[in-house]
């Protein structure tokens, strides 16, 4: 997408713009040589995850922009408030903001730790409100204002609240911030709207979340980047209340090629979809969450070959080594539920692993739930971990991170099971 320059001398305020899709609105507006206030936490190297608010101020005045870093908690009122009054100070105003701070636990009811559900609603519904209202009464002396929230369409389908109602919840407080404001300030010419993503997007908090493949049916940031400074671009009044979808903005833009945006390009035609969307049925269908309302319109299928679990099980126990169990270090429990219920385990923490059926003989690292299809499929290399833990049909209490490396182990064996 070409710069057309709309946004040069404008000043944007966006959380959590340190890395990922943040950072790469920011870069986009740079380089129309926008002014733009990284909002974000990490003003000091994450173990982890790269980036800070310095790092990226570098990126944005490189491509010719102007940066303010602002160490920002946006649970904080007080640091939002002072970082607001700082971009004032600084850029004269604040034309727009871009509430893309984000807090995520896939997590069903019960396994959801009441810390992590005040998160997700503290960072995602809370933060979006208060950055918004500290930012109004600048919003309203601009002649080019735009509220943007990274957040959903308010899609009411059961199976999007079953799986993970909290993470929903919180979610959709950010777009009912939409549905609320652009009523509320249209009269004040201040656009507010919500941005979405039609299928995973590649970050690397998506990275550490799902695992290293998780890039193989995605697209990059750069695909919420243009699709935002397409929005952002635009008069105010002519586009505002609106729940609108990355390729779609795209398209009416003129732009068609989204192979473009693939991490894969190979994969372009087979992407994860992103949570929180109307799909065909038979979409939804393919990527249900098992007990969902998708999952209740399979047709009933054929019995299955008695014994594929407990053969699998004793195909991985034959290839079991202390290698393998050197580089796992974890101790595993599976939930298989449908034809072929019942519980498994696999010990790859101490001696040269054992696997079996029963529960594990150590305390589970991770407890798997899935379906006895799903869970072949997984094992014999047709569905990855990290696709059936984004689209339900993988359950996981416990450490997420050793329960991802099952992907990496499942890699090398697959050839051989």
């Known amino acids: 997408m070409i710069n057309t320059g709309k946004l040069a001398g404008r000043t944007l305020f966006i959380t959590g713009a340190s890395r990922g899709i943040g950072k790469a609105i920011a870069l986009r507006a740079a380089q129309d040589g926008a ?4 909002a974000a936490k990490t003003a000091d190297p994450h173990p982890k995850l790269p980036g800070t608010i310095y790092t990226a101020a570098k990126e944005i005045e490189a491509v010719g922009g102007k ?4 160490v920002v908690d946006v649970r904080d009122e007080g640091a939002v408030r002072s970082a607001v009054q700082n971009a004032v100070a600084k850029f004269g105003g604040i034309d727009i903001v871009v509430n893309n701070a984000s807090a995520i636990s896939l997590t069903p009811t019960e396994q959801t730790d009441m810390k992590r559900y005040d998160l997700m609603h503290q960072i995602n519904t809370r933060g ?19 509220i943007l929230n990274i957040s959903p369409p308010l899609n009411m389908a059961p199976h999007w609240f079953s799986n993970h109602v909290a993470y929903t919840m919180a979610k959709y407080g950010m777009s009912m911030c939409v549905l609320g404001m652009a009523k509320e300030l249209e009269s004040a010419n201040i656009a507010v709207n919500a941005l979405w993503p039609r299928t995973a997007i590649h970050t690397a908090a998506m990275e550490m979340l799902t695992g290293k493949e998780s890039d193989q049916f995605s697209r990059n940031p750069e695909i919420m980047a243009d699709a935002a400074y397409a929005i952002l671009s635009k008069e105010p009044r002519s586009v505002t209340g609106k729940f609108l979808i990355d390729d779609e903005v795209l398209k009416a833009e003129g732009i068609t090629d989204m192979k473009q945006y693939a991490c894969v390009p190979e994969n372009a035609d087979k992407l994860m979809p992103d949570f929180f969307l109307d799909v065909e049925p038979e979409k939804l269908v393919e990527f249900a969450a098992e007990g969902s309302h998708a999952a209740s319109l399979k047709k009933p299928a054929a019995a299955a070959a008695g014994g594929k679990i407990e053969g699998l099980f ?3 126990e034959s290839l079991l080594s202390e290698e393998i169990v050197r580089k796992t270090g974890a101790v595993y429990e599976f939930k298989v539920k449908g034809e072929e219920a019942g519980t498994w385990f696999a010990d790859l923490k101490n001696g040269t692993g054992k696997v079996g059926k029963g529960n594990p003989p150590a305390t589970a690292d991770a407890v798997l739930t899935m379906d006895s299809k799903h869970f072949f499929d997984m094992f014999t290399g047709k569905l990855k971990p990290a696709n059936a833990f984004m689209t339900g049909k993988l359950k996981i209490s416990g450490d997420l991170q050793k329960a991802m490396k099952l992907e990496k182990l499942m890699g090398g064996l697959k050839s051989k099971l």
Request: charged share 15%; aromatic share 6%.
């Open 67 to 70: 940066a303010l870093p602002c």
């Open 35 to 38: 002014n733009v206030v990284i």
């Open 314 to 316: 004793l195909k991985i």
């Open 128 to 146: 979006t409100f208060l950055v918004s209202k500290e930012c109004i009464p600048y919003l309203r002396k601009s002649n080019h204002a735009h």
